[in-house]
């Protein structure tokens, strides 16, 4: 069945630094992948979406990869700031179902 | 309203009652979802409608759980018989389905705890 895997264990940085988050799937070949962000409290906001036919996609401070010979997307958020402290959620798709499979999201702590 | 509106926000019931949650879409979004997500864990697909299509109703978890929507709008799911395990944060999500891609609205869910 297909798999979603998202690191499960917070990641904690630094203000300033660059935040890492991984998605990985298997049995699955998405066209493509969005991920979304959730605050406490509230329910996940879309950031940003990435086709299979992208390497790389950037808004702002916010850079997705995504390597369809790995089965991975990364999410990357440089100068990261208090304000990013949220947790991060993968949802691979494709075309022929209007449903995603959601990653049970990385919580990422960004501390002064 | 310009979001996706649930409610309510929270909802404390008894073991064994009944509950109904409400779900009011963007207007104009064609596609409707509802999810249920416990406690630090992941989104768990429940049950989708698509315009006036068979809503597909694979991830609901017993037939204890129910949904409709009315006049391709509000949606209501509703849980008969409560049981603890079906505490959870409930959340709804809207899309528009005329694009190859798939980006959904969420609201800010239902907080239901059975005691």
């Known amino acids: 069945s297909q798999k979603i895997e998202q690191n499960s264990e917070a990641l904690n940085i630094q203000e300033g630094k660059t935040a890492t988050l991984t998605c990985n799937y298997t049995?699955?070949?998405?066209?493509?992948l969005q991920w979304y962000r959730q605050d406490p409290g509230r329910g996940p906001v879309f950031l940003l979406l990435?086709?299979?036919?992208?390497k790389e996609k950037r808004k702002e401070r916010l850079k997705v990869t995504f390597d369809t010979t790995l089965k991975q997307s990364l999410f990357h958020i440089t100068a990261s700031q208090p304000a990013d402290s949220a947790t991060y959620l993968c949802?691979?798709?494709?075309?022929?179902?209007?449903?995603?499979?959601f990653g049970t999201g990385t919580r990422l702590q960004v501390f002064p | 309203g310009a979001g996706v509106s649930q409610s309510p926000s929270n909802k404390v019931t008894e073991k064994g009652k009944d509950v109904e949650l409400r779900c009011d879409p963007i207007s104009g979004h064609t596609a409707l979802y509802w999810y249920r997500q416990s406690l630090g864990q992941g989104l768990e697909f429940l049950i989708y409608f698509q315009g006036n299509s068979a809503p597909d109703k694979s991830g609901l978890p017993s037939d204890r759980f129910s949904a409709e929507r009315t006049g391709g709008s509000v949606s209501t799911l509703t849980i008969q018989r409560t049981q603890q395990e079906d505490s959870a944060v409930y959340l709804c999500?809207?899309?528009?389905?005329?694009?190859?891609?798939?980006?959904?609205?969420f609201g800010a869910g239902t907080r239901l705890s059975v005691l």
């Open positions: 949802a691979p798709g494709d075309l022929n179902t209007d449903k995603l499979i």
């Open positions: 990435i086709r299979e036919n992208e």
């Open positions: 999500a809207s899309s528009f389905i005329g694009t190859s891609e798939n980006i959904q609205y």
């Open positions: 049995n699955y070949s998405p066209a493509y």
